[in-house]
């Protein structure tokens, strides 16, 4: 990883720590046990029940982490009134392109891309069972 990067304020939300890699394991699971309930439905409603819990407690957990996340960072965009020096085309300050950099960092984290790669194709794998299972059975 870059030296820059380490010295960033947001290294902690996107470095690869065992912390940040267990929330993307458990929205992973999250997705997966939702993806499930349709198909666990014509199998057995007891085990569509668990996943759908499963699935609604682990959403819960990794959207509070990310929404922690998000709200740090809103808090340092404020506090330091970079918005307003944008569009205001105000001169930055050294700290704001630091600030700027390690927010540009954390949003194009490894983790992030993995998530939404995932959420899509279970996403559309579930899509085309469910249809299979409701309509083409």
């Known amino acids: 990883m870059k030296k820059t990067c380490i010295e960033c304020s947001e290294y902690k939300n996107c470095k690869d720590s065992l912390a940040s890699w267990g929330f993307v394991i458990i929205g992973l699971i999250a997705t997966v046990a939702i993806r499930l309930v349709t198909v666990l439905m014509h199998l057995n409603p007891l085990y569509a029940k668990m996943a759908w819990y499963i699935g609604i407690a682990g959403f819960l957990a990794f959207f509070v982490y990310k929404f922690r996340i998000n709200q740090n960072r809103a808090r340092v965009i404020a506090r330091q009134n970079l918005i307003s020096k944008i569009n205001n085309q105000k001169?930055?300050?050294?700290?704001?392109?630091?600030?700027?950099g390690a927010i540009l960092c954390g949003v194009g984290s490894r983790k992030e891309r993995i998530n939404y790669f995932f959420i899509f194709v279970l996403s559309a794998a579930a899509l085309l069972l469910a249809i299979y299972m409701d309509f083409l059975k």
Not at 91 to 98: G, Q, R, S
């Open 91 to 100: 001169e930055l300050t050294k700290n704001d392109y630091k600030t700027i």
